[in-house]
């Protein structure tokens, strides 16, 4: 579970007792309320698991995501400009307490056929899924969300562009701490630290 010293590890928890992003994963996969989706013999398949004592509603969103961002606006149906998502269904579901529930069930090769241009290797399947929640659960949050992202070829062989990123505004802030605002590209800021710069 965690790191005795530093080092590279399969841990979820470093020797500084800082979670991993791997333990945040897990930590998402023991929720009352979870969504997952599977992939067996080109066939897609979605279930919501519930640990909810009493049964309840759920939205369920599945989209397609292209990879490649240039052609996002051009790419057809639901899809708004300059959006990843090139196609996208909704429909509510009853998710009964305490079990799992199929939600979603189609062949990969239909899903995709739904959009032009889109391969396995250059667009992937989301599923979303949103219900009240029921029981004691509901004292503490009233809605409850899970998402899935499933891909239909090994990572390695997805056709994902390499980044490109236009910095601008760069400011001392202190010695050896800079704020770097991007404008273009996500319109956030980037604190670099470092013992030494050149």
């Known amino acids: 579970l965690n790191d005795v010293w530093p080092g590279a590890s399969w841990s979820g928890i470093d020797s500084a007792f800082r979670w991993k992003p791997m333990q945040y994963a897990v930590r998402r996969q023991f929720n009352d309320f979870v969504v997952q989706a599977y992939e067996t013999k080109r066939h897609l398949e979605a279930f919501v698991v519930s640990d909810m004592p009493l049964p309840t509603t759920a939205l369920i969103r599945v989209s397609i995501v292209r990879l490649t961002g240039a052609e996002c606006a051009a790419a057809g149906n639901n899809n708004t400009e300059g959006s990843p998502v090139v196609w996208t269904a909704a429909k509510r579901v009853q998710v009964p307490a305490n079990n799992a529930a199929l939600v979603f069930n189609s062949s990969v090769s239909q899903l995709f056929g739904l959009v032009p241009n889109c391969t ?11 219900a009240d929640a029921a029981g004691p659960i509901a004292a503490q949050t009233q809605k409850l969300r899970s998402h899935a992202d499933r891909f239909m070829v090994e990572y390695k062989h997805l056709k994902i562009r390499k980044p490109v990123f236009e910095l601008s505004n760069i400011e001392q802030v202190c010695i050896n701490h800079f704020s770097v605002s991007n404008t273009t590209v996500c319109r956030s800021t980037i604190v670099l630290e470092s013992d030494s710069l050149r």
Not at 120 to 130: N, P
């Open 120 to 130: 396995y290797d250059t667009c992937y399947v989301t599923v979303d899924a949103e």
